[in-house]
DNA sequence: CACGTTGTTCGATGGCTGTCGTAATACGAA
DNA sequence: TTCGTATTACGACAGCCATCGAACAACGTG
């Protein structure tokens, strides 16, 4: 098993290519920033079809390549299942604070 | 001297209105980003006329607009200058360490 | 193989928003 | 009051982007 043949190959951009403008512009979206908040209340990693957003799975798959281009998202395929995980020692490492203070800011109001 | 009338009056929202959500839609702006990094950078207030920004005066106003509408910043008038200066403390105590961790991000990249 | 599941890709669309130029407003000085 | 300065207000426009539906692709199972 763990076969892992995506259709185009997934890529991620290294700590070195991460910008903080692009990091903030992908966590300003509501949609994206409760996927992000999802996937760091769950221990461990996070399949895409386990998302509870109010948006079709197109714009899913668009929201997770934002957030996977932005260098807050890792993606792993595993048969025909994506798990996505928190990137969070690469953030921690360029944008010290930044992902916790975002985490911890209230929900909403 | 110091008569204070400006044609609309400036509105701050206090801190129970600010959300994380405003907040980084409007620093994820590259000119906004610019605008917020000089303020933090000068001690005390900067005058609308005195940023270094590559757009034009009526576009200037615009950001200046939204970074007050997501609380970042606070206007004052003084005659025809306006000063504007960062909302440090609401900040740092509605969202503890994001405007740090944002100030203490690489400048490009 | 046939089917259902998972997720992506493509094209289209509507709305938001950053940008500008011009006009208008307020103030201070001459 | 007349001028110059500082800044805002008002349209208008173009580009971006979130959204969707439909079609496609890869995988697992019966």
Redesign the interface.
Known sequence: MNSAVPLTPIVHPDR??????AL??A??D?VR?AIVRQVANTEGEVACGAFDVPVTKSTLTHHLGILRQAGVLASRQDGTTRYNSLRRNDLDV?????L???L???H??
Chains 1, 2 share one sequence.
């Open positions: 070195g290519e991460l910008t903080i403008e903030l512009r966590l300003a509501p920033l360029v944008f010290p604070g930044l916790d203070a975002v911890a800011a209230p909403n109001a």
